[in-house]
């Protein structure tokens, strides 16, 4: 069993709650029209969102356990929603459909989760290639703020404790980051203390690095791809960005 498919059982428990960037995403949705396509769409948080506005929406990821969580959300959804959304397991690098789409989505540091820049950019031309013209591209990360980038080395902070709804048992959440400073990498170690009646814990301890970009990196990545920016904010309510922002979140379009 592969990280992912371990962390796939907590996912939702954990994230699955967050929902500040939904009210962005449907009026930007609104504003480009469908069809729409998240890359990295995990469990299906932001693709049922989109499809319950009325969009349809394909949702690709390379994890079968995250798509399997997603997919039966979209079965219990109804087929009316079920008939506006596509789940597809495919990996970002290589995605070749013959769709061509009016809105692309990396949401909440997907794009982070790629540890390689030339593969990123390969994606950002992958995403170009998918979009039709004059259709945006929404990439969201978080900023490269010194307090971001400086965790305690060999630290594991205590981020928050969960009631698992399923057993009724705790859950208690564990975060460490190391950062490398010379690659631009933060791994993240998620570990979930699952606590029974009995008092007995089961331990289950996810890694994974996170790529972090800079301002200018970002842009010229997205030039590069054929992109022109057309906006950088620091929320999901467009207030700029600055150095108090809390994301770094650009709004790109393919031209023509």
Known sequence: MGPWERFARWYDLDQGGF?????????????????????GCGTGRLVLALA??????????????????????VQAAGPQMSGRIRLLPADMCDL????RFRLAILAVNTFMHIADPQEQGQILGCVFRHLAAGAML???LFPPHPDLLSPGAGEILLGKAL????????VLKFV???ADYA?????????????????????????????????SEVEQMLQAAGFAV??????????????????MLFLARRPG
Do not use: W
Request: with cysteine.
């Open 183 to 215: 690659r631009q990498i933060l791994t993240t170690t998620f570990i979930y203390d699952e606590v029974d009646a009995e008092g007995q814990v089961r331990r289950t301890a996810h890694s994974f690095p996170l790529r972090y970009l800079h301002r």
């Open 96 to 99: 070749d459909l013959p769709d």
């Open 230 to 247: 057309e906006g950088l904010y620091g929320s999901y309510d467009l207030d700029p960005y600055d150095d108090a922002s809390e994301r």
């Open 163 to 170: 009631n698992d709804p399923a057993t009724g048992n705790l």
């Open 138 to 140: 929404a990439l969201d």
């Open 19 to 39: 929902d500040e960037d939904i009210p962005f995403y449907q009026a930007l949705a609104q504003r480009t029209g469908s069809p729409i396509l998240e890359l």
């Open 176 to 178: 460490a980051r190391q």
């Open 52 to 73: 319950c506005a009325g969009h349809h929406v394909v949702g690709v990821d390379n994890q079968p356990a995250m798509l399997a969580v997603a997919q039966q959300k």
